[in-house]
């Protein structure tokens, strides 16, 4: 009985003693609860390292091709086979169409009878032109002879009328009005003497002076009673008589200088030139027909790789275009002998040679080397951008490499608003609507780079190397300033430092001042971080 008792005992004890230290624990770390220190705010520490900054100028930029394959198709031609289509495609190689050009023939043969017949007709210009030099210096030459008999009748002119007014005035006094009664000029006579001073230019005046001049005459030989002979003997010495002499020598002169126009024209290289002139077009229009016949026959294939942006032909048919071939009411051989004879205006008379080739684009392929990116730059940005930057275009979530091929050193006046006016204006920019172009070349652009579509263009303006960067995630900005927060790690404490930065990427910045490689310093700092506060550094 003693026994079992005993076990009892020592049983319960030790259920007591495990309760109490249960309590004791619980107990134990309520109070530790309550007096416990706060848990460290923890960050990302990163080490401050030199690296690169690039710099870029960023805008949309419309997609152009600055050079296509251009494959043009004469009236006349059968399109024999057709392999591709507007959007396809292509490679350097690819065969695009096949023709039959049998009805080109004719065509061919006119441009070429037209091209020897002008050749002819230079080379018979150059022949005449000897002939002609010799009868200008004989025309020279009679020119100047009746130049000076002209100025020697005028003088003598103007000596007789001085003599005959005063032997007018004397006759026409009363005692001394005597009319001739003869018959050695009718009325008759006297109307065609007035016609025939008309027809050589004279005037009103002079048929008057004529006049007077007979009958001064007639009169005078009232006593002498002189033969019609005699009487126009007389005439011939009066100044009417001089002036129908002078209008004949005057109309002999423009004859001559006629003569001589056309002589200089001859004999200079004037009429040569122009025949040269219409020869070497015709044979240039020769050779780019024939040339374009051969093309057609050898069938069209890919220069380049590319993607067809038209196609206005039809498979199984004979081309004919909307286009008038040639120059419409003109005769070839008539404006070659209207050449020749110097008549009307020699650029006008070629402008209606106009090349017969009625030719126009059956396929365009624009190739993917051409195309470009343009866009417009303001004034504040344009210096910034050089030929031969680097940038990246991005279309369709790809991206390619690209080259600034060109910037504008003018601008113009954009017509609207554009994002880059409307961001100058909330800056406190100029809010001119100005702008200057600028194209950025795509390198290896491909079916998401598309004519006429939009992409986005970061052009490289800068680069350095091998200075402090730091990753904008570990500043603050404040008040205008820009602070890090330094780790110390011995001390577990940070130090809140102001630092001048330098130029920016997208995602960095150079520190110019304040920070040295290898220090520590907090990523994403909270704004309820201070300086001299201690933290807990991740990793």
């Known amino acids: 009985m ?92 690819t065969q695009l169409a096949t023709f039959d050009t049998s009805g080109l023939a004719s065509r061919l043969n006119e441009v070429k ?20 030099s010799k009868n200008l210096k004989e025309t020279n030459s009679e020119i100047n002879r009746v130049e000076k008999e002209i100025a020697s009748l005028e003088k003598e002119i103007k000596v007789l009328r001085e003599s005959e007014k005063q032997a007018v005035t004397e006759a026409t006094e009363p005692e001394k009005d005597v009319k001739y009664e003869g018959d050695a000029y009718n009325p008759d006579q006297i109307e065609e003497l007035k016609k025939q001073i008309l027809d050589n230019g004279g005037t009103q005046e002079q048929i008057d002076a004529v006049i007077s001049a007979l009958n001064g005459a007639e009169a005078a030989a009232e006593a002498e009673n002189p033969t019609p002979e005699e009487l126009a003997e007389m005439l011939k010495n009066t100044s009417a008589g001089k002036s129908l002499e002078l209008l004949q020598l005057q109309t002999q002169l423009t004859s001559l200088k006629t003569q001589q126009s056309y002589f200089e024209m001859q004999s200079g ?31 069209w294939f890919a220069e380049g790789e590319g993607i067809v942006t038209k196609v206005n032909i039809t498979q199984g048919t004979v081309y004919t275009s909307d286009k008038k071939e040639g120059a419409a009411g003109f005769d070839f051989t008539e404006i070659l002998n209207m050449v020749a004879a110097g008549q009307g205006d020699i650029t006008s008379l070629l402008s209606q040679l106009g090349s017969s080739s009625a030719d126009s684009i059956g396929i365009q392929v624009d190739y993917y080397d051409s195309f470009i990116a343009s866009f417009n730059v303001g004034k504040y940005d344009l210096l910034s951008l ?21 910037v504008s050193a003018t601008a113009t006046e954009n017509t609207g608003l554009d994002i880059s006016s409307i961001t100058s204006s909330l800056t406190g920019g100029s809010s001119s609507s100005s702008s200057a172009l600028a194209k950025v070349r795509i390198i290896n652009p491909d079916e998401k780079i598309i004519i006429g579509f939009d992409v986005d263009i970061a052009v490289n303006i800068d680069k350095v190397d091998n200075v402090v960067v730091l990753p904008v995630e570990a500043l603050r900005f404040e008040n205008g300033k820009k602070y890090v927060f330094v780790f110390n790690e011995k001390t577990g404490q940070v130090e809140k430092r102001e630092v001048q930065l330098g130029r920016s990427e997208d995602t960095k910045y150079e520190i110019a001042s304040g920070l040295e490689t290898g220090e520590k310093v907090v990523k994403n700092p909270l704004s309820s971080l201070t300086d001299g506060a201690e933290i807990s550094a991740k990793g």
């Open 113 to 132: 009878d037209e091209y020897d017949e002008a050749k002819s007709r230079y080379n018979s210009a150059v022949s005449s032109s000897n002939e002609s």
């Open 269 to 299: 290289d004037t009429v040569a030139k122009a025949f040269k002139a219409i020869a070497d077009m015709k044979e240039k229009e020769y050779e780019d027909l024939k040339k374009a016949v051969d093309a057609l026959d050898k069938g």
């Open 2 to 93: 003693f026994k079992k008792f005993k076990k009892y005992s020592t049983g319960k004890k030790i259920r007591v003693i495990v309760l109490l230290l249960v309590l004791a624990g619980a107990l134990g770390f309520v109070v530790y609860q309550f007096v416990k220190p706060d848990p460290l705010p923890e960050y990302e520490i990163i080490t401050v390292e030199k690296g690169s900054i690039n710099q870029t100028y960023t805008a949309t930029g419309t997609v152009e091709s600055t050079d296509s394959g251009v494959y043009t198709i004469l009236d006349g031609t059968e399109v024999i086979s057709l392999n591709v289509k507007v959007g396809d495609k292509v490679k350097k190689g």
């Open 386 to 406: 050089k030929v031969g930057q680097e940038a990246k275009i991005t279309s369709l979530d790809s991206e390619y490499e690209g080259v600034v091929e060109y």
